[in-house]
């Protein structure tokens, strides 16, 4: 398709910038916060992330779209993404795994898309000055029409104080289906990504995920061996419930939190979180684990960050650092089998440095399984 036929697309952030391109995908508008991703692949994976929900995503690798959408890579069952933000979009796919284009793929789900956006430029100003909110608006636009979606941007709910874990939870708890006698384990959903069954499933756990507010009584009703705290979208904050879910079932389980999971845990003992400038969100960012001295190359999405420091009586200590701004990538409790990372160990898309804490994990299920009583902390594997 010549740029000639292409249809027009507007993109208008609160800050009153515009940016002009054309329009792919689903034909309409929509409204959220910006932010940027720097993975060259793993498209899907992030449009299919619940942790995305709410946000329009801007890729910051040129090329999108070529090898298509498999039904084997969905993330969720269905997409969370708000929007998409593409330099380039292929509307031609290579790929033997493909069951359909992206375009179909956005259009069948309705997410709106722009392309033909100078991503660099739109990237350098989220990372100068923030993550924004921004409107999407298939069609041309004139002057008195851009200043109605920058006031549409600025009008729009904050994402900060948000509880938007009801919005993706799953409303019934389900079970893996196994055929091995492996320990339990419960996963608290608050937005979960389907690798990270996988993964548990991989390093020897029979998975249970429930909903977010699912009482502790009830997540010890189901005799578990273990606890998983999932990722999530929005300001952990939020989730008040999750809070005191966390602090009730301290020091009961083996517990491993995930991204917001590692939040909402920094949260339940006391602590405090903040939001960062423009989030990390990726699938290059180095962490150093100060436990080895060795460096990690990981998957992030995340817009907050836990203050170790504001942890009443050092319960924690700091297991991995970030080595691009020096945040908080993982704990461990002084005292309990309880240890969390704010990145994401299952990847998808990313590298696989990090797959080692599920096999952590599942060693610490296995000790407590065959122990009298809930067994010390190692910092051994981390």
Not at 300 to 311: F, K, M, P, R
Request: net charge negative.
């Amino acid at each position: 398709m010549s740029l000639l036929h292409k249809p027009r697309a507007v993109l208008a952030l609160e800050d009153g910038t515009v940016y002009y391109g054309y329009a792919f995908g689903f034909t309409g508008r929509t409204v959220g916060e910006v932010v940027f991703n720097t993975s060259m692949t793993g498209y899907q994976e992030i449009l299919t992330d619940p942790s995305y929900h709410g946000q329009i995503v801007t890729m910051t690798y040129p090329h999108i779209g070529n090898y298509g959408v498999s039904v084997y890579d969905m993330e969720s069952n269905r997409p969370y993404a708000r929007g998409f933000i593409v330099r380039e979009f292929s509307r031609l796919s290579s790929n033997h795994r493909a069951h359909q284009d992206l375009a179909s793929f956005m259009q069948q789900y309705e997410i709106v898309g722009i392309e033909g956006v100078d991503t660099r430029a739109l990237t350098r100003r989220l990372r100068t000055g923030g993550v924004v909110k921004g409107v999407i608006h298939h069609g041309e636009a004139d002057e008195a029409l851009e200043a109605d979606l920058v006031a549409q941007a600025r009008a729009h709910e904050d994402i900060d104080g948000r509880d938007m874990t009801p919005e993706v939870t799953t409303p019934l708890p389900y079970a893996r289906p196994t055929f091995r006698d492996n320990p339990r384990v419960v996963v608290i959903d608050f937005g979960i990504k389907h690798s990270i069954v996988y993964k548990l499933e991989q390093a020897g756990a029979e998975v249970i995920v429930v909903p977010a507010q699912t009482t502790p009584a009830q997540i010890m009703a189901l005799d578990p061996y273990g606890l998983v705290l999932s990722n999530g979208p929005g300001d952990p904050d939020g989730p008040k419930y999750a809070h005191d879910t966390v602090w009730q079932l301290l020091g009961l389980l083996p517990t491993y939190g995930i991204c917001m999971g590692h939040q909402l845990l920094g949260l339940a003992v006391g602590g405090r979180t903040y939001k960062l400038k423009h989030g990390h969100h990726g699938a290059n960012t180095p962490v150093k684990n100060v436990i080895t001295g060795e460096v990690e190359i990981t998957s992030q999405n995340h817009n907050y960050a836990v203050d170790i420091d504001s942890i009443p009586g050092r319960q924690f200590v700091a297991t991995h650092v970030n080595l691009n701004d020096g945040t908080l990538e993982g704990m461990a409790h002084q005292r309990y089998p309880v240890f969390s990372v704010q990145y994401h160990p299952e990847a998808s898309p990313g590298p696989h440095d990090a797959n080692y804490l599920f096999r952590r994990f599942i060693s610490e299920v296995n000790a407590f399984e065959g122990a009298t009583a809930v067994p010390a902390v190692s910092l051994d594997g981390l």
